[in-house]
T-cell receptor, first 114, second 116 residues
Framework: AQKVTQAQTEISVVEKEDVTLDCVYE???????LFWYKQPPSGELVFLIR??????QNEISGRYSWNFQKSTSSFNFTITASQVVDSAVYFC???????????FGQGTELSVKP | ETGVTQTPRHLVMGMTNKKSLKCEQH?????MYWYKQSAKKPLELMFV???????ENNSVPSRFSPECPNSSHLFLHLHTLQPEDSALYLC???????????????FGPGTRLTVL
Protein backbone atom coordinates (compact mmCIF):
# COMPACT_ATOMS: atom_id res chain seq x y z
CA ALA A 1 0.00 0.00 0.00
CA GLN A 2 1.08 3.54 -0.61
CA LYS A 3 1.05 6.12 2.13
CA VAL A 4 2.36 9.62 2.79
CA THR A 5 2.86 10.94 6.31
CA GLN A 6 3.37 14.56 7.24
CA ALA A 7 3.77 14.35 10.99
CA GLN A 8 3.79 18.10 11.54
CA THR A 9 0.21 19.32 11.56
CA GLU A 10 1.05 22.96 12.27
CA ILE A 11 4.27 24.94 12.38
CA SER A 12 4.64 28.54 13.44
CA VAL A 13 7.80 30.54 12.82
CA VAL A 14 8.84 34.14 12.83
CA GLU A 15 9.79 35.81 9.57
CA LYS A 16 13.35 35.15 8.38
CA GLU A 17 13.60 31.85 10.24
CA ASP A 18 14.37 28.71 8.27
CA VAL A 19 11.77 25.96 8.46
CA THR A 20 11.72 22.34 7.32
CA LEU A 21 8.55 20.45 6.50
CA ASP A 22 8.86 16.70 6.83
CA CYS A 23 7.43 14.09 4.49
CA VAL A 24 7.80 10.33 4.84
CA TYR A 25 6.35 7.96 2.29
CA GLU A 26 5.70 4.24 1.89
CA UNK A 27 5.57 2.37 -1.39
CA UNK A 28 6.59 -1.00 -2.80
CA UNK A 29 7.12 0.40 -6.27
CA UNK A 30 10.64 0.93 -7.54
CA UNK A 31 9.57 3.74 -9.84
CA UNK A 32 7.51 6.47 -8.29
CA UNK A 33 7.15 10.23 -8.15
CA LEU A 34 7.01 12.65 -5.27
CA PHE A 35 5.40 16.05 -5.30
CA TRP A 36 5.01 19.10 -3.10
CA TYR A 37 2.04 21.42 -3.40
CA LYS A 38 1.29 24.71 -1.65
CA GLN A 39 -2.27 25.69 -0.72
CA PRO A 40 -2.56 29.38 0.20
CA PRO A 41 -5.70 30.71 1.88
CA SER A 42 -7.28 31.23 -1.55
CA GLY A 43 -7.65 27.44 -1.76
CA GLU A 44 -5.90 26.57 -5.00
CA LEU A 45 -3.15 23.97 -4.78
CA VAL A 46 -0.01 25.25 -6.45
CA PHE A 47 2.48 22.74 -7.81
CA LEU A 48 6.00 23.30 -6.42
CA ILE A 49 8.16 20.35 -7.41
CA ARG A 50 8.23 16.80 -8.76
CA UNK A 51 11.01 14.24 -8.19
CA UNK A 52 11.29 10.76 -9.60
CA UNK A 53 12.61 7.88 -7.55
CA UNK A 54 15.81 7.59 -9.56
CA UNK A 55 16.92 11.13 -9.00
CA UNK A 56 18.14 11.71 -5.47
CA GLN A 57 19.83 14.99 -6.22
CA ASN A 58 18.72 17.70 -3.89
CA GLU A 59 17.15 20.68 -5.55
CA ILE A 60 17.21 24.35 -4.74
CA SER A 61 14.90 26.96 -6.18
CA GLY A 62 15.40 30.36 -4.64
CA ARG A 63 14.50 30.10 -0.97
CA TYR A 64 13.08 26.61 -1.42
CA SER A 65 15.09 23.41 -1.24
CA TRP A 66 14.17 19.74 -1.20
CA ASN A 67 16.06 16.84 0.34
CA PHE A 68 15.14 13.44 -1.11
CA GLN A 69 16.55 10.41 0.72
CA LYS A 70 15.44 6.97 -0.43
CA SER A 71 17.25 5.31 2.47
CA THR A 72 14.84 6.92 4.90
CA SER A 73 11.90 7.27 2.46
CA SER A 74 11.80 10.98 3.09
CA PHE A 75 11.30 14.01 0.88
CA ASN A 76 11.67 17.03 3.12
CA PHE A 77 11.09 20.63 2.12
CA THR A 78 13.02 23.57 3.55
CA ILE A 79 12.16 27.23 3.26
CA THR A 80 15.07 29.52 3.98
CA ALA A 81 14.48 33.00 5.40
CA SER A 82 10.74 32.48 5.57
CA GLN A 83 8.34 35.27 4.66
CA VAL A 84 4.76 36.01 5.62
CA VAL A 85 3.67 35.09 2.08
CA ASP A 86 4.92 31.56 2.71
CA SER A 87 2.02 31.03 5.13
CA ALA A 88 -0.03 28.22 3.65
CA VAL A 89 -0.80 24.54 3.93
CA TYR A 90 1.83 22.40 2.25
CA PHE A 91 1.07 18.94 0.91
CA CYS A 92 3.46 16.18 0.02
CA UNK A 93 2.16 13.57 -2.45
CA UNK A 94 3.22 10.26 -4.01
CA UNK A 95 2.33 8.66 -7.32
CA UNK A 96 3.37 5.38 -8.94
CA UNK A 97 4.44 4.97 -12.53
CA UNK A 98 1.33 3.33 -13.89
CA UNK A 99 -0.74 6.47 -14.12
CA UNK A 100 -1.95 5.87 -10.62
CA UNK A 101 -3.62 8.40 -8.43
CA UNK A 102 -1.86 10.95 -6.25
CA UNK A 103 -1.68 9.95 -2.61
CA PHE A 104 -1.58 13.05 -0.44
CA GLY A 105 -0.27 13.51 3.06
CA GLN A 106 -2.39 15.24 5.66
CA GLY A 107 -0.72 18.57 5.03
CA THR A 108 1.33 20.89 7.23
CA GLU A 109 -0.06 24.32 8.01
CA LEU A 110 2.77 26.81 8.10
CA SER A 111 2.25 30.17 9.74
CA VAL A 112 4.95 32.78 9.31
CA LYS A 113 4.52 35.72 11.64
CA PRO A 114 6.05 39.14 11.02
CA GLU B 1 -8.77 32.31 -18.90
CA THR B 2 -5.83 30.10 -18.19
CA GLY B 3 -5.27 27.03 -16.07
CA VAL B 4 -8.15 25.42 -14.26
CA THR B 5 -11.24 27.41 -13.35
CA GLN B 6 -14.11 26.46 -11.07
CA THR B 7 -17.52 27.98 -10.57
CA PRO B 8 -19.08 28.91 -8.31
CA ARG B 9 -16.38 29.74 -5.79
CA HIS B 10 -18.85 29.59 -2.92
CA LEU B 11 -22.14 27.74 -2.66
CA VAL B 12 -24.65 27.44 0.14
CA MET B 13 -27.44 24.94 -0.35
CA GLY B 14 -30.13 23.22 1.58
CA MET B 15 -30.34 19.47 1.89
CA THR B 16 -33.18 19.26 -0.63
CA ASN B 17 -31.59 21.46 -3.30
CA LYS B 18 -30.00 20.35 -6.53
CA LYS B 19 -26.93 22.20 -7.68
CA SER B 20 -23.94 21.66 -9.94
CA LEU B 21 -20.28 22.52 -9.69
CA LYS B 22 -18.40 23.30 -12.87
CA CYS B 23 -14.75 22.87 -13.73
CA GLU B 24 -13.03 23.92 -16.92
CA GLN B 25 -9.42 23.44 -17.91
CA HIS B 26 -7.62 25.41 -20.61
CA UNK B 27 -4.45 23.31 -20.62
CA UNK B 28 -5.27 20.76 -23.30
CA UNK B 29 -5.24 17.97 -20.73
CA UNK B 30 -7.09 14.69 -21.05
CA UNK B 31 -7.54 13.68 -17.42
CA MET B 32 -9.71 15.48 -14.88
CA TYR B 33 -10.31 14.86 -11.20
CA TRP B 34 -12.66 15.78 -8.38
CA TYR B 35 -11.30 15.96 -4.84
CA LYS B 36 -13.01 16.68 -1.55
CA GLN B 37 -11.14 18.54 1.16
CA SER B 38 -12.82 18.58 4.56
CA ALA B 39 -11.49 20.51 7.51
CA LYS B 40 -8.49 18.83 9.13
CA LYS B 41 -8.55 15.93 6.68
CA PRO B 42 -6.33 15.03 3.75
CA LEU B 43 -7.57 15.48 0.22
CA GLU B 44 -9.90 12.68 -0.79
CA LEU B 45 -10.01 11.68 -4.44
CA MET B 46 -13.63 11.28 -5.56
CA PHE B 47 -13.66 10.71 -9.31
CA VAL B 48 -11.24 10.47 -12.21
CA UNK B 49 -11.98 10.89 -15.89
CA UNK B 50 -9.50 10.04 -18.61
CA UNK B 51 -10.41 10.96 -22.18
CA UNK B 52 -14.00 11.56 -20.99
CA UNK B 53 -14.31 8.07 -19.52
CA UNK B 54 -14.69 7.59 -15.80
CA UNK B 55 -11.78 5.51 -14.57
CA GLU B 56 -12.25 5.85 -10.84
CA ASN B 57 -15.11 6.23 -8.42
CA ASN B 58 -13.70 6.19 -4.94
CA SER B 59 -16.81 4.79 -3.22
CA VAL B 60 -18.54 8.14 -3.47
CA PRO B 61 -22.22 8.28 -2.41
CA SER B 62 -24.69 8.50 -5.27
CA ARG B 63 -25.84 11.96 -4.15
CA PHE B 64 -22.69 13.11 -5.98
CA SER B 65 -22.95 12.56 -9.72
CA PRO B 66 -20.08 13.53 -12.03
CA GLU B 67 -20.36 14.36 -15.70
CA CYS B 68 -17.58 14.86 -18.24
CA PRO B 69 -19.02 15.96 -21.60
CA ASN B 70 -15.57 16.61 -23.08
CA SER B 71 -11.94 16.67 -21.99
CA SER B 72 -12.13 20.33 -21.02
CA HIS B 73 -15.20 20.29 -18.81
CA LEU B 74 -16.13 18.43 -15.67
CA PHE B 75 -19.27 18.79 -13.61
CA LEU B 76 -20.28 17.54 -10.21
CA HIS B 77 -24.05 17.35 -9.77
CA LEU B 78 -25.24 17.51 -6.20
CA HIS B 79 -28.55 16.51 -4.74
CA THR B 80 -29.96 15.74 -1.30
CA LEU B 81 -26.63 16.42 0.33
CA GLN B 82 -25.95 16.17 4.04
CA PRO B 83 -24.32 18.77 6.30
CA GLU B 84 -21.22 16.56 6.52
CA ASP B 85 -20.75 17.08 2.77
CA SER B 86 -19.76 20.67 3.49
CA ALA B 87 -16.18 20.98 2.25
CA LEU B 88 -13.90 22.49 -0.34
CA TYR B 89 -14.32 20.68 -3.66
CA LEU B 90 -11.26 20.87 -5.84
CA CYS B 91 -10.97 20.06 -9.50
CA UNK B 92 -7.68 19.15 -11.12
CA UNK B 93 -6.39 18.14 -14.54
CA UNK B 94 -3.29 16.41 -15.88
CA UNK B 95 -1.99 15.43 -19.29
CA UNK B 96 -3.52 11.96 -19.03
CA UNK B 97 -3.62 8.85 -16.87
CA UNK B 98 -1.88 6.49 -19.22
CA UNK B 99 1.55 7.98 -19.51
CA UNK B 100 4.35 7.89 -16.97
CA UNK B 101 3.43 8.93 -13.49
CA UNK B 102 5.30 12.18 -13.71
CA UNK B 103 2.33 14.14 -14.97
CA UNK B 104 1.63 16.70 -12.32
CA UNK B 105 -1.90 17.73 -11.60
CA UNK B 106 -2.97 21.33 -11.89
CA PHE B 107 -5.67 22.43 -9.50
CA GLY B 108 -8.48 24.93 -9.66
CA PRO B 109 -9.28 27.31 -6.80
CA GLY B 110 -12.07 25.11 -5.48
CA THR B 111 -15.72 25.58 -4.59
CA ARG B 112 -16.44 26.13 -0.91
CA LEU B 113 -19.69 24.25 -0.31
CA THR B 114 -21.86 24.67 2.75
CA VAL B 115 -24.86 22.40 3.22
CA LEU B 116 -27.45 23.67 5.69
Amino acid sequence: AQKVTQAQTEISVVEKEDVTLDCVYETRDTTYYLFWYKQPPSGELVFLIRRNSFDEQNEISGRYSWNFQKSTSSFNFTITASQVVDSAVYFCALKNNQGGKLIFGQGTELSVKP
Amino acid sequence: ETGVTQTPRHLVMGMTNKKSLKCEQHLGHNAMYWYKQSAKKPLELMFVYNFKEQTENNSVPSRFSPECPNSSHLFLHLHTLQPEDSALYLCASSQDMQGPGDNEQFFGPGTRLTVL
